[in-house]
Nanobody, 121 residues
Framework: QVQLVESGGGLVQAGGSLRLSCAASGPIFSISAMGWYRQAPGKQRELVAAITSGGDPNYADSVKGRSTISRDNAKNTVYLQMNSLKPEDTAVYLC???????????????WGQGTQVTVSS
């Protein structure tokens, strides 16, 4: 089965930095996009950043300018560097990967279990 392993979450002070990683493994033919979503208590899940396998990035307005998403296609891994963190960044961050398991299969979305990011003030 496809597995997503997330790492890099934790506790950080406001103004600090964190780097999230998500590595996909298993029966993967191709990946079209990888990214990060987050969900805080009482709030809707929202896109933080995503990147296509070709390297085209998208960012939420709330993190634009202080976050950088990148990927290593050879390792099926996506990274999210977050700087100047704010208490409102506190949330569970979930990795999302859109992939095909076989060339003749349709694309589907896979989700990580989530990693907690807590920013203290």
């Amino acid at each position: 089965q496809v597995q997503l392993v997330e790492s890099g979450g934790g506790l950080v002070q406001a103004g600090g930095s964190l780097r999230l990683s998500c590595a996909a493994s298993g029966p993967i033919f191709s990946i079209s996009a990888m990214g990060w979503y987050r969900q805080a208590p009482g709030k809707q899940r929202e896109l933080v950043a995503a990147i296509t396998s070709g390297g085209d990035p998208n960012y939420a307005d709330s993190v634009k300018g202080r976050s950088t998403i990148s990927r290593d296609n050879a390792k099926n891994t996506v990274y999210l560097q977050m700087n100047s963190l704010k208490p409102e960044d506190t949330a569970v961050y979930l990795c999302n990967v859109r992939l095909k398991k076989r060339s003749w299969y349709p694309e589907d979305d896979y989700w990580g279990q989530g990693t907690q990011v807590t920013v203290s003030s």
